[in-house]
């Protein structure tokens, strides 16, 4: 779908290589740039490493890209990257402010000299801000740990650094439309993304609950705070999860529990009703749940069609889908895997001697 596309890939660590990784299982051209002798960050960031020595961190988020070391401090590699940048279509950065300027490449002049250019700046808090952009930090101040974790517990960062991932996923989506209005216009554009910004528009109920209440949200564990049944209950063999989102999977849900008089008391027919009395209902659930295994509950509800789930590990989670140590979880986007991650500078000789055409050559 973006056969022919170039995509000069600036950026390092998570969100930057995760959108230009979209964009390359997309069918784009990705050329990484990487520091010479360290590379991306996450290149170190392990164990585990695999056989060749590569962090399981990067692996995760640089396939289908061709890669180059250059200094920035080096006027050779800034040619190299100067050329590269005027027969790019995308480029992306996660520079901090400033950094690219002072090393001669300044954004808006290189716009100027090629308006067709679409060029996407991902930071931490947003353009104005010298601020380092990790994801634990934004987890923090935007209000995800506020609202993560057991009720009576300590606040908890979510267990993927999903504020990165947020962000690379809305870089990627901007790109794309700055592609398409470039296809109306002939023109691209500089789109800047945060991991702030992205984290907080990634609230959604939680933000409008608040908006709307004025009251602040609290953490709610494994529960939610505007729908009942919804949470974890324990089998007596493992966890799992029932989530019931109108009121006709509750009646089936009770019924097919045997909590008939549950199912059969007009004040729970309503979500608002079962919010009131949530804990009778919860006791009473969890008290049904824990007398048979989870295999055995997970029978009568997919049989009436309520939504529920095991709580798997990661690891039973991989076996039912297409994933690989060497290229990670097969794209979430209709794309194709066409190159594994590269090893630092394993293209460097090619893309100094070709540029972009060291696409053209058979993969």
């Known amino acids: 779908m973006l056969t022919n596309i170039n995509v000069l890939d600036l950026s ?27 590379g991306d960050d996450t290149r170190g960031w392990g164990p585990p490493f695999d056989s060749t020595g590569e ?14 070391a250059a200094n920035l401090s080096s006027p050779a590699d800034r040619e190299l990257i100067s050329t590269l940048i005027s027969s790019a279509d995308v480029v992306v950065d996660n520079f901090k402010r400033g950094m690219l300027a002072r090393n001669g490449f300044d954004i808006p002049s290189i ?37 993560t974790g057991d009720p009576d517990g300590a606040p908890m960062k979510v267990g993927v650094a999903l504020a990165d991932v947020v962000a690379g996923k809305d870089a990627c989506i901007a790109i794309l439309a700055a592609l398409v209005a470039r296809g109306r216009t002939g023109k691209g554009r500089h789109v800047t993304i945060s991991l702030s910004a992205s984290a907080s528009a990634a609230l959604v109920n939680v933000a409008q609950n608040a908006l709307v209440s004025g009251e602040e949200p609290r953490r709610w564990g494994n529960g939610h705070p505007n729908l009942v049944p919804y949470q974890l209950f324990e089998a007596s063999d493992r966890p799992l999860v029932i989530a019931v989102g109108n009121d006709a999977q509750w009646s089936a849900c009770a ?19 079962r919010i009131a009395d949530r804990g009778r209902v919860i006791a009473t659930m969890t008290a049904r749940i ?19 789930g095991v709580v798997r590990t990661v690891l039973e989670s991989l076996r039912d889908i297409d994933a690989t140590a060497q290229t990670g979880i097969a794209p979430s986007v209709p794309g194709t895997i066409r190159m594994p991650p590269p090893r630092l500078d394993e293209h460097g000789a090619e893309i100094r001697a070709n540029g972009w055409a060291a696409f053209t050559a058979p993969r």
């Not at 390092?12 to 010479?36: H, S």
């Not at 962090?55 to 180059?68: E, F, G, Q």
């Not at 067709?116 to 601020?131: A, E, K, N």
């Not at 824990?290 to 529920?308: N, Q, T, Y």
């Open 12 to 38: 390092r660590v998570l969100a930057g290589p995760l959108a230009t990784m979209l964009l390359g299982d997309l069918g784009a051209n990705i050329i990484k740039v990487e520091r010479p002798r360290s």
């Open 290 to 308: 824990a007398e048979r295994a989870s295999s055995h509950w997970i029978a009568l509800l997919d049989k009436a069609g309520v939504p529920c």
């Open 111 to 147: 716009l100027a000299a090629h308006p067709q250019l679409v060029w996407c700046t991902i930071t931490g808090f947003g353009p104005d801000s010298d601020r380092a952009g990790y994801d634990f930090v934004v987890q923090a101040e935007q209000g995800w740990m506020a609202i």
């Open 255 to 273: 019924r097919a529990l045997g909590l008939h008089t549950l199912a059969n008391d007009p004040r729970l027919l309503t979500n608002a009703g």
């Open 55 to 68: 962090s399981a961190y990067y692996l995760s988020v640089n396939r289908n890209k061709k890669s180059v």
